[in-house]
Nanobody
Framework: QVQLVESGGGLVQAGGSLRLSCAAS????????LGWYRQAPGKQRELVARIRRTGDTDVADSVKDRFTISRDNAKNTVYLQMNSLKPEDTAVYYCNAGSNWYGRGNYWGQGTQVTVSS
């Protein structure tokens, strides 16, 4: 199994920044791809960004100019740097891990709340 633990969420004013972290433990095969998804009340869970162990990234158009995903393979940890936050970024952010690039991974963290006030 893979365990994912998110941290770094919280309350921030519009225009502010947050950095989310997700520490993974378990099979490195199952953490080939690490990503972040978010879900706002009444909405579907959507991809924010994901990254391969090699460093290739896929970032949603809605956040690509403001968010940056990175990972530290030695620590098996993925980060999401969020700048210029907007109220519409308010959601629960979930860490996700998988073995390939062709869909959502099989493992999820518990989620961390991000709330952006105006």
């Amino acid at each position: 199994q893979v365990q994912l633990v998110e941290s770094g969420g919280g309350l921030v004013q519009a225009g502010g920044s947050l950095r989310l972290s997700c520490a993974a433990s378990g099979s490195t095969f199952s953490t080939t791809v690490l990503g972040w998804y978010r879900q706002a009340p009444g909405k579907q869970r959507e991809l924010v960004a994901r990254i391969r162990r090699t460093g290739d990234t896929d970032v949603a158009d809605s956040v690509k100019d403001r968010f940056t995903i990175s990972r530290d393979n030695a620590k098996n940890t993925v980060y999401l740097q969020m700048n210029s936050l907007k109220p519409e970024d308010t959601a629960v952010y979930y860490c996700n891990a998988g073995s390939n690039w062709y869909g959502r991974g099989n493992y999820w963290g518990q989620g961390t709340q991000v709330t952006v006030s105006s």
